[in-house]
């Protein structure tokens, strides 16, 4: 999978967020194994200790857990990768939803556009 990175965001947080889209969106699921440190930084073309940050992070988060001499796997607490979910999800639609109000978008019109977006998209 290739690794797209934006200059203008700190590339740790930009792995946090594909690591932390992957299990949102079950394509990691509860438990399953995450490759080494070392591999995922070469996959992804950074410097092993951004890769270890990155996991750290996402460990104090609680999506992802180390068992000591087994290597690192997402956590098996479904209700608190839902709970981040959802928390994600906000953080992502507060900016878009304040950008809409500025607009002078009602909540009706923000919906009948999302509605239009997603037929022609699909």
Same mark, same amino acid.
């Given at each position: 999978?290739?690794?797209?990175?934006?200059?203008?965001?700190?590339?740790?947080?930009?792995?946090?967020?594909?690591?932390?889209?992957k299990i949102?969106?079950?394509? #990691?699921?509860?438990?399953?194994?995450?490759?080494?440190?070392?591999?995922?930084?070469?996959?992804?073309?950074?410097?092993?200790?951004?890769?270890?940050?990155?996991?750290?992070?996402?460990?104090a988060l609680? #999506?992802?857990?180390?068992?000591?001499?087994?290597?690192?796997?997402?956590?098996?607490?479904?209700?608190?990768? #839902?709970?981040?979910?959802?928390?994600?999800?906000?953080?992502?639609?507060?900016?878009? #939803?304040?950008?809409?109000?500025?607009?002078?978008?009602?909540?009706?019109?923000?919906?009948?556009?999302?509605?239009?977006?997603?037929?022609?998209?699909?």
């Open positions: 999978m290739p690794w797209n990175f934006d200059n203008s965001i700190p590339i740790y947080l930009q792995i946090m967020n594909e690591i932390q889209r949102f969106s079950s394509e #990691l699921h509860p438990g399953d194994k995450l490759p080494s440190i070392r591999d995922l930084a070469k996959e992804a073309n950074v410097n092993p200790n951004t890769m270890q940050k990155a996991l750290q992070e996402l460990e609680g #999506l992802i857990q180390t068992e000591r001499t087994s290597g690192k796997f997402v956590t098996e607490e479904e209700a608190k990768i #839902l709970q981040l979910k959802e928390s994600y999800i906000e953080d992502k639609l507060k900016p878009f #939803l304040t950008e809409m109000k500025k607009l002078g978008l009602a909540k009706a019109d923000v919906i009948d556009r999302i509605t239009r977006c997603k037929e022609e998209t699909t």
